[in-house]
C-alpha cells in the first residue's frame, strides 16, 4: 500500500468519537479532534489485517470481539509512537545521575536496595539506559538494584526484552557506555550484566491496583507518556505514581510536562539541571489523599 | 480531625501539613471555613493554595464563600491570595457573576481590571455589557482587561465589540483585540486588518487574522513576515500561510512564487523551526520548504511521514518539484533514522511511480535502492520496500519477494505478500515459480496463501488444503480466506470443515467465507453448516454465522436469529439484527421494539435502523424514542433516521430535541435532519 496515495476507508466523525472513547477508557490515551484524520491513517492497517471494511466494524470488533482487548492493545500500539532511543534527553539524565542517585544511595544505605521504574518503556531503552547509569556510578555495587519497565504494547516488551537494537536506537549515544553492548549479527546487544538487573512486565498505568506489582520504588520515569492522556487519566496514573513511591522518591516527567492541575501530592526539586518532583518525606504520617 | 487539631495544622511549618490540613477543611465540620480557607488560598506554598482552591470550590455555595472571595481579589497585599481566589472564582462560573458585577461599581480602580478578569473567567455572557462599557473607558489597563475577558466569553455581542476596538486610537486596546479575536478564531475582512499593517507591532499580533482572509495581499504580508527576527513570529507566520492556503489556491499559487525567491538566510529560520516546533508548525514549516523546492524539507517530511503527518499540500508540492525530488528523497533516506529513514524511501518510489514519465536513470535508482533496503537489518526499512514493491517489483524481485515472507516478521511478510498479488498481473510465471512448493507456515503462510490461491490450478488447492491442517491460527485463517476466494465445490467444502477447526478464529474466517461464497449458479453454500454454527459457545462465531446467513438470504435463518437479538451476547444480539435487515424479516417489528429498550447502545442503534425500513404507523414515535437515549451516538441515528421520513411528526420530535441537546455532533445531525426534512418536504 503506498505511502502518499494510499486509499482506504474513511473514517467518519462519529466512528472516530466512538473509537477515541474506547480507547481511552482502556488506557486513558485521548485524541483530540484534529487527531483523526492521523487515528485514520493508523488504524486502518488493523482493519485491513481483520479483513474489515469500515471504522464501524472495527469499532463493533472491539466492543465484542473475544480477542478485543488484545486488539485494543494492538490499536494502542499502532497509535502511539514507541520510537525512543538510549540516553533521550540527557540534560535530565546528567541531573539524576550527579545528584539524585547519590541522594539515594545516602538515603538507601541501611537498606541497599535500589528500586527505579520506567513507566511506559517502550522498547526498553529507557530502561537500559537507567541500568548504565546505576553501574556506571559505581556507587550501588553490591546492593540489590532492580529496574522495572513496562508497557500496554506486548510487542515492544518483545523488543525490549530481546535488548537487540538498530542504529537508530544510539542516535545519543555517549560514547562512555559503549562497553555495555555486545555485537550480535541481528544487531548491538545490551550486556547481559546490564539485562539481568532490568525486568518487564505487561501493565496498563491506569491499573492502579495491578501497579502493585511493581512494589515500592525510588524513581520513576514517565517522559513523554503522560501528554497523550486527559486530565483525569492522568490523575489517576499520578495518583498510582504517589502510592509506588516510597516518601522522598522522585518522579521525572517529559521536559513539556508537569503535574500543574493534576496534582498537589508532589513538591518541586530545584536540581542544577532540571526541576523534578517528589513524593514528600515528611507529613501527617498517614494519607491524606494525593490531589 | 478535630477542629482545634485542624487549626494547628492549618498553621504547621511544614507545607504538606498544611496542604493535608487544607483536603480534610472539605470534610471537617468546622464551622466558619471562610477564614481558613482564605488563608489557605494566600499560603506561601503553591501546593496548598491549588488544593484551596479546590475546596473553595468545592464549599463556595455552601458557605456562601463568594463575597470573600471577591474581596480576595480586590486586596492588594498579597498576590497568590489573589491569583487564587481568581482561579476559584472562575471555576465556580456563574455563580461568581452577580457579587462580581456587584463589586465593580464599588472597586478601587487598581482593583477593577481583576473584577474584570475574573468576569472573564466566569465564561457568562451576562457579564458581557459591562465589559463592553468598560473598553470604552478611559484607564487603558482596565479596558485591555476588559478586551481579555470579552475573549474568554465569546459571543457575537463580544466579536462585534472587538472589531470595534479595532478602530480605537488606544495601541494597547487595538494590540489586546487582535490577539482577542485571534483566540476566539473570528475571521477579520482585510479591508479591517489592513489599516493595523503599517504597525510593526500590531502586524507580528494580526498574522493569524490575516490567515484567516483568504487574500493574495495578507498571503505576501505574511511571507513577508518570514524575515522578522523573532522565532516565535515565523512559526505564528507560517502556521498562517498554511491556513490561508487550504482556503484559497490563489494564496498558494502567490505563496509558491514568493517562497522560491526567498533567501537561504530566511530558509535556514525556517528550518530551526523544523527543530523546536510543535506538529502543526513543522507541518506548515515543511510546506513552505517544499513551496521553495528545499531540498531540507525533505528530511522534515520523512519524520512526519513517519507518523502519519503529512501537511495537506505536500503531495502536490512534490509532484511540482518533478524527477528531481526522487533523487533527493533516495538521497536523504541514507542519512535518516527508524521509520523516517523508511518513509523518504518510500515517498521516493511512490512519486516515481505517480511521474508520467520518470526516465530510465529514475526508475533504475528507485529499484535499486529498494532491493537494497529489502535486505537491511532494519524492519521498518524492510516494511517500506516490501510495500513500495507492489509499484517496483519485476518478475526478478519475485523469489526475493517470497524469501523474505519466510524471514521478516508479520507486518513484512503481509507487504511482500501484496506485492506478488500484484505482480501475478504483470508476470505470472515468475510468480507462480517463486511460491511453487514454498510451505505455507507461520507468516510466510498468512502472506502467501492468497498468492498461491491466484495462481489456481490442483498444486495451488493442495497447498491451501495443507494449510488448514498448519499448526498456526493464523496460517489456516489465511488458507481459508484464501480458498474462499478459488471459488469451486472442493474449496467450499473444505471451509466448511473449517467450521468445526479447534480455533474459534477460524472458525469464525469459515463462516464469513461462506457468506460470501456462491455456487457456479450464484447459490449460496454451506448454509446448513451456518445453522449450527448459530448455537457455537463462541460469540465471536455466532455473530459471524448471523452475518453469513444475512448475506446468504436463507429464510430458515430468521427464527434462530430472533432468539439470538433477544438472548444472545450484545455483539451477537447486533450481528443478528443485521441479518434480520437482511433478510427482510416481515415480522421483525416485534422484535425490534423489545431491542429499543436494550442494555447495549450498537443494538439500539440497529434496532432504530430496522425500524426505518418497516412500514409501520407509529415508526416516528419509536425512531423520537432514540432521541432521548443517553448516548448520543445513538441520537445521531434517531436524528438521521427521522430526517431520512421526514414528516410533521418527525420535524416536531427533532425541533423539541434540538431546544435542549447539548452534544455537537447530535445537534448537528439534528440540524441536518431537519433541512433533509425540508426538502422532503419541498420547504426548502
Known amino acids: ?291 | 480531625m478535630m477542629p482545634a487539631e485542624l487549626d494547628q495544622a492549618l498553621r504547621d511549618p511544614d507545607a504538606e501539613v498544611r496542604r493535608r490540613a487544607v483536603i480534610e477543611l472539605a470534610r471537617s465540620a468546622t464551622a466558619d471555613v471562610t477564614t481558613p480557607v482564605v488563608t489557605a488560598l494566600g499560603d506561601e506554598d503553591w501546593r496548598v493554595r491549588k488544593e484551596a482552591v479546590r475546596v473553595a470550590v468545592t464549599l463556595a455555595e455552601r458557605a456562601g464563600l463568594v463575597p470573600a472571595l471577591v474581596a480576595a481579589i480586590c486586596q492588594g497585599n498579597n498576590v497568590g491570595l489573589r491569583n487564587s481566589a481568581l482561579e476559584a472564582l472562575g471555576e465556580l462560573g456563574r455563580l461568581s457573576t452577580e457579587p462580581l458585577l456587584e463589586a465593580l461599581d464599588s472597586a478601587r480602580p487598581e482593583a477593577r481590571k481583576f473584577i474584570l478578569a475574573a468576569l472573564g473567567d466566569t465564561r457568562d455572557p451576562r457579564a458581557v455589557p459591562a465589559l463592553v462599557a468598560s473598553t470604552r473607558g478611559d484607564d487603558a489597563n482596565e479596558a485591555t482587561a476588559a478586551i481579555d475577558a470579552l475573549a474568554r466569553i465569546g459571543g457575537s455581542d463580544a466579536e462585534a465589540a472587538l472589531r470595534e476596538c479595532l478602530k480605537s486610537s488606544g495601541p494597547f486596546q487595538r494590540m489586546g483585540a487582535i490577539d482577542a479575536l485571534v483566540r476566539l478564531g473570528t475571521v477579520v475582512p482585510w479591508d479591517e486588518l489592513s489599516p493595523l499593517l503599517a504597525d510593526r507591532l500590531l502586524r507580528r499580533v494580526a498574522l493569524p487574522l490575516l490567515g484567516r482572509t483568504g487574500r493574495p495581499e495578507a498571503a505576501t504580508a505574511l511571507v513577508d513576515a518570514l524575515a522578522e527576527p523573532s522565532a516565535h513570529v515565523v512559526a505564528v507566520a507560517a502556521l498562517a500561510l498554511a491556513k490561508i492556503q487550504e482556503s484559497s489556491p490563489a494564496c498558494r499559487d502567490v505563496i509558491a512564487q514568493r517562497m522560491r525567491a526567498t533567501s537561504p538566510h530566511e530558509r535556514a529560520r525556517l528550518v530551526e523551526r523544523l527543530e523546536d516546533g510543535d506538529l502543526p508548525t513543522r507541518q506548515a514549516v515543511v510546506d513552505l520548504l517544499l513551496l521553495a523546492r528545499d531540498s531540507r524539507a525533505l528530511e522534515g517530511l520523512a519524520e512526519l511521514a513517519a507518523q502519519n503527518a503529512f501537511p495537506p499540500g505536500a503531495v502536490d508540492a512534490l509532484r511540482a518539484w518533478g524527477d528531481e525530488v526522487v533523487e533527493s528523497l533516495i538521497s536523504v533516506h541514507l542519512g535518516l533514522h527508524g521509520s523516517a529513514r523508511g518513509a523518504a524511501l518510500e515517498m521516493a518510489a511512490d512519486m516515481a511511480a505517480a511521474a508520467p514519465n520518470p526516465s530510465r536513470a529514475v526508475v533504475e535508482s528507485v529499484r535499486a535502492a529498494l532491493r537494497t533496503a529489502l535486505d537491511d537489518p532494519e524492519t521498518s526499512i524492510q516494511l517500506a520496500a516490501a510495500r513500495s514493491m507492489s509499484l517496483w517489483a519485476e518478475g526478478e524481485d519475485a523469489k526475493r519477494l517470497v524469501a523474505l515472507t519466510q524471514r521478516g516478521e508479520l507486518e513484512v511478510a503481509a507487504a511482500c505478500g501484496e506485492a506478488l498479488s500484484l505482480l501475478m498481473v504483470r508476470h505470472p510465471e515468475a510468480v507462480a515459480r517463486a511460491v511453487d512448493g514454498v510451505a505455507l507456515e507461520g507468516a510466510a503462510g498468512v502472506a502467501l496463501a492468497p498468492v498461491v490461491a491466484r495462481v489456481g490450478g490442483p498444486k495451488a488447492l493442495e497447498a491451501l488444503q495443507t494449510a488448514l491442517s498448519a499448526g498456526d491460527p493464523e496460517t489456516r485463517k489465511a488458507a481459508v480466506e484464501a480458498l474462499a476466494s478459488v471459488g469451486d465445490r472442493a474449496a467450499a467444502e473444505l471451509i466448511e470443515f473449517a467450521l468445526a477447526d479447534e480455533s474459534f478464529g477460524v472458525q469464525s474466517v469459515a463462516a464469513r467465507a461462506l457468506g460470501r461464497f456462491r455456487d457456479s449458479q450464484g447459490r449460496p453454500v454451506g448454509t446448513d453448516a451456518l445453522l449450527l454454527a448459530l448455537a457455537s459457545d463462541s460469540p465471536a462465531v455466532q455473530a459471524a454465522a448471523a452475518r453469513a446467513l444475512g448475506e446468504a438470504g436463507d429464510g430458515r435463518a430468521v427464527e434462530p436469529l430472533r432468539e439470538l437479538v433477544r438472548a444472545g451476547d450484545p455483539g451477537v444480539a447486533v450481528a443478528a439484527m443485521e441479518a434480520l435487515r437482511a433478510l427482510h424479516d416481515p415480522t421483525l417489528a416485534d422484535v425490534l421494539v423489545e431491542a429499543l429498550g436494550h442494555a447495549d447502545d450498537e443494538v439500539v442503534k440497529q434496532s432504530l435502523r430496522a425500524i426505518r425500513e418497516t412500514d409501520h404507523p407509529r415508526t416516528e414515535a419509536r425512531l423520537s424514542v432514540g432521541l432521548e437515549h443517553a448516548a448520543w451516538h445513538v441520537r445521531v441515528v434517531a436524528a438521521r433516521l427521522l430526517g431520512e421520513i421526514g414528516g410533521e411528526a418527525a420535524r416536531a420530535a427533532l425541533e423539541a430535541r434540538l431546544e435542549v441537546e447539548k452534544d455537537d455532533l447530535v445537534s448537528a445531525a439534528i440540524r441536518e435532519a431537519l433541512d433533509a426534512d425540508a426538502l422532503v418536504r419541498g420547504d426548502a
Open chain 1, 1 to 291: 500500500m503506498p505511502l502518499l496515495f494510499e486509499a482506504g476507508p474513511k473514517i467518519q466523525v462519529e466512528e472516530f468519537r466512538l473509537l477515541r472513547d474506547l480507547i481511552n477508557k482502556f488506557c486513558g490515551i485521548y485524541f483530540a479532534d484534529d487527531s483523526m484524520f492521523i487515528v485514520e491513517r493508523r488504524l486502518r492497517e488493523r482493519l485491513s489485517s481483520l479483513g474489515l471494511t469500515d471504522f464501524t466494524q472495527y469499532y463493533h470488533h472491539l466492543r465484542y470481539h473475544p480477542e478485543a482487548r488484545a486488539e485494543l492493545e494492538r490499536a494502542v500500539d499502532v497509535l502511539t509512537t514507541n520510537e525512543t532511543y538510549f540516553f533521550r534527553e540527557d540534560y535530565q539524565l546528567r541531573a539524576f545521575c550527579d545528584e539524585v542517585l547519590p541522594r539515594l544511595k545516602q538515603e538507601r544505605e541501611a537498606s541497599k536496595r535500589l528500586a527505579l521504574w520506567s513507566a511506559g518503556c517502550s522498547t526498553g531503552e529507557e530502561v537500559y539506559t537507567l541500568a548504565m547509569l546505576v553501574v556506571h556510578t559505581g556507587l550501588f555495587d553490591g546492593w540489590d538494584v532492580r529496574i522495572f519497565g513496562n508497557d500496554i504494547s506486548r510487542r515492544v516488551l518483545g523488543t525490549a526484552r530481546r535488548a537487540t537494537y538498530g542504529a537508530s536506537s544510539f542516535r545519543a549515544m555517549l560514547p562512555e557506555y559503549q562497553r555495555y553492548f555486545v555485537d550480535t549479527p541481528q544487531g548491538r546487544q545490551v550486556h547481559p550484566s546490564i539485562r539481568a538487573l532490568c525486568h518487564f512486565g505487561h501493565l496498563n498505568l491506569l491499573d492502579g491496583s495491578r501497579a502493585a506489582i511493581v512494589g515500592r520504588v525510588d524513581a520513576i520515569f514517565c517522559r513523554n507518556v503522560l501528554i497523550y492522556f486527559d486530565l483525569e487519566s492522568r490523575r489517576r496514573v499520578i495518583d498510582t505514581f504517589y502510592e509506588r513511591l516510597v516518601p522522598g522518591g522522585y518522579l521525572f516527567l517529559g521536559h513539556s510536562e508537569s503535574l500543574l492541575n493534576a496534582s498537589t501530592a508532589f513538591e518541586l526539586v530545584h536540581l542544577s539541571t532540571d526541576l523534578v518532583y517528589r513524593r514528600p518525606a515528611a507529613g501527617l504520617g498517614k494519607r491524606g489523599g494525593t490531589r
